[in-house]
């Protein structure tokens, strides 16, 4: 062989081992996706290439603006794979145009490594959705059958979200199902105050997932944690408007798994209906435990409810309250939380009379109320008190009816 054909060959295995250990790239434009047109197909087909790539693959969306109808990225992929999207897309403003039979507009499942990362922002395009949900809902207290959430991750493993916004989604923004390590860095949630169902990230038996440096502005709860969850970290996130971090509601269905291991950490809460939450429905059939609940560093500017426990949980009388929740809560710590609140009640404790709260601690809870100490209600609990914190009252429920 020549020195030239040896050398070729070097240089050309070099490339290929380049080439799989830095990733391939693979650019939407170039499969048709170019900006200010639909890219439902060009996704489908750039997806196909990247997950059957060897070596770790990356899709590219640059900036500009792009339409689709939905995406359905399914594994399992043979590599790592990561989408970085710069660009904006936007869902159909008519829910009946977006992909049918899937509750998310773009869905993400059954991969590993997944790294959803760029400046883009994901469009839900929702306001005239909100509008039918609000009427519906003054209907028959049912919103948003059609669902179109913006974004699911089903049965995904050890992945990242970073950098990404979501806008005006017609009904949840993030939806974690099935999950084991899924990380949130950065991630930027964006819709009116007034716009229905639209918590920002919902889990749903999920382990190990983190909600880091995220900023959620919406008209639901800012995460919700559902049936189970474990292990979840929520820290330095801004939350407002919307509801709040919430855990549950739980106990409505059969079935559902216990909640363990949440940590709220580091973060504030503004112009919200509730600060941190955990609720229950009474007389459900579930009987599940709810444990290891930390909520420290937080600071509420002008929460209606603060801290609240809530096992009476029962929005527009859709059950009854005879019978208490039969779900266990306990080891349940707020450290450290100060600021203002909305209601001379800033701490409610309602634990349920069948299995009443354990291990609850106030422990330099600091709230105002138009410049003086908040109160405290509590039933069914009797929290350890240390440093700064409201003393508990008795609780009176609100006449039946
Ligand atoms: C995710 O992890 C779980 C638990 O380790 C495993 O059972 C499942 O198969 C994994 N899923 C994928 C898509 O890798
Ligand atoms: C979680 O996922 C990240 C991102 O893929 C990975 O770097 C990390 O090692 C994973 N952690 C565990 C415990 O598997």
Redesign the pocket.
């Known amino acids: 062989m020549t020195k030239l054909s040896i050398s070729i060959i070097v240089s050309f295995l070099f490339l290929a081992y380049l080439s799989v250990v830095q990733g391939l790239n693979f650019d939407i434009t170039k499969y048709g996706g170019t900006p200010n047109s639909d890219i439902t197909q060009a996704f489908i087909k750039v997806w196909k290439e990247a997950c059957a790539s060897p070596g770790a693959a990356k899709i590219v969306i640059p900036s500009g603006k792009y339409r689709t109808s939905g995406i359905d990225a399914q594994g399992p992929c043979k590599s ?1 794979i990561e989408i970085q999207v710069d660009g904006t897309i936007q869902a159909p403003s008519d829910i009946n145009q977006c992909h049918k039979g899937i509750d998310q507009w773009i869905r993400f499942g059954t991969m ?2 997944l ?1 959803l990362s760029g400046k883009g922002i994901f469009d839900g395009q929702g306001a005239a959705t909100w509008k039918q949900g609000t009427a519906a809902w003054s209907k028959n207290h049912k919103v948003n059958n059609k669902v179109s959430m913006n974004m699911g991750f089903y049965f995904v ?4 979200i970073t950098g990404i916004t979501s806008k005006d989604s017609k009904n949840f923004h993030f939806m974690v199902y099935g999950c ?4 949130f860095d950065g991630v930027k949630v964006s819709a009116p105050g007034d716009s229905t169902n639209t918590d920002g990230i919902h889990l749903g038996k999920s382990t ?1 997932v983190k909600i880091l440096n995220t900023d959620i502005a919406t008209g639901d709860d800012c995460v919700s944690l559902g049936d189970g969850s474990r292990k979840v970290l929520v820290q330095n996130v801004n939350c407002g408007p919307g509801h709040g971090i919430s855990v549950g509601s739980l106990g409505k269905f059969q079935n559902e798994d216990n909640v363990e291991g949440l940590t709220v950490k580091s973060c504030k809460i503004s112009d919200t209906e509730n600060g941190v939450r955990i609720k229950t429905w009474p007389s459900g059939p579930g009987t599940l435990t709810i444990t290891d609940m930390r909520f420290e560093d937080i600071t509420m500017n002008n929460v209606r409810n603060p801290i609240i426990i809530d096992q009476e949980y029962c929005p527009w009388n859709q059950c009854n309250k005879k019978n208490p929740s039969k779900i266990k809560i306990s080891k349940v710590i707020f450290k450290n939380i100060k600021g203002t609140t909305k209601a001379e009640e800033g701490v409610v404790l309602i634990c349920s009379s069948g299995v009443p709260c354990d291990g609850v601690e106030l422990s330099n809870v600091d709230l105002k109320f138009n410049g003086k100490p908040a109160k405290a209600v509590c039933s069914n609990v009797k929290p350890r008190v240390s440093g700064i914190a409201p003393k508990c009252e008795a609780y009176t429920p609100p006449p039946s009816g």
Not at 180 to 183: A, K, L, Q, S
Request: charged residues 25%; proline residues 8%.
């Open positions: 790592p590993d490594h790294t493993n050890n992945s990242i084991e390590n899924i990380t190990d």
